[in-house]
């Protein structure tokens, strides 16, 4: 998906010190796919880490699953519900930041009954402030967390997994 295809308010970047923070937790035995890259800040922050990435202008809503790759994005918000169910009814492994809002509404917890132990949730250390396309400063008024589907992060005895994030790690 195009950066020009996204909502008004759907073109924020992820801080390279997410990435970093959440290192631990991205599978190197797969290829990562970012199917929204955005100005491309990620990839080359992932690539920069190690990972090889692939990430072009395929429209995501567009293909096919892709079982062989873990998706690692930050999603445009507005087409969560979209992107998530797609996802899951793949059985397609991602790591993807959104708002913890999330978890409290009504068709996300029916998707939660369909990821059942195969859902972790990563606690970021701080409140991820997103890098705006024009350069400012953005100050995020909500919480975001790291949403992993049937990707081991460890312990996954119990339905969902939480796993605060240290800075100093």
């Known amino acids: 998906m195009h950066p020009s295809q ?3 308010n759907d073109e924020y970047y992820t801080p390279d010190w997410v990435w970093h923070e959440i290192q631990p937790f ?10 929204f890259p955005g100005n491309g800040q990620s990839t080359r922050c992932l690539r920069r ?3 090889t990435v692939h990430s072009d202008e395929t429209d995501f809503f ?3 699953p892709s079982l062989s790759e873990v998706i690692v994005t930050n999603p445009p918000f507005s087409r969560i519900r979209e992107i998530v169910e797609r996802l ?8 993807m930041i959104m708002p913890m809002s999330r978890l409290s509404v009504g068709y996300f917890r029916s ?5 059942s132990e195969h859902f972790t949730l990563l606690l970021p250390s701080k409140r991820i402030d997103f890098d705006r396309p024009d350069g400012r400063f953005s100050k995020c008024p909500f919480e975001c967390g790291v949403y992993c589907y049937r990707v081991d992060v460890g312990d996954r005895s119990r339905r969902a997994t939480i796993v605060p994030l240290d800075a100093t790690s």
């Open 62 to 64: 567009q293909c096919g």
């Open 111 to 115: 998707i939660m009954d369909r990821m």
């Open 6 to 8: 996204y909502a008004v």
């Open 88 to 95: 899951v009814d793949w059985k397609q492994p991602f790591i």
């Open 49 to 51: 880490m190690g990972y």
């Open 26 to 35: 991205i599978p190197r035995s797969n290829v990562l796919w970012e199917p």
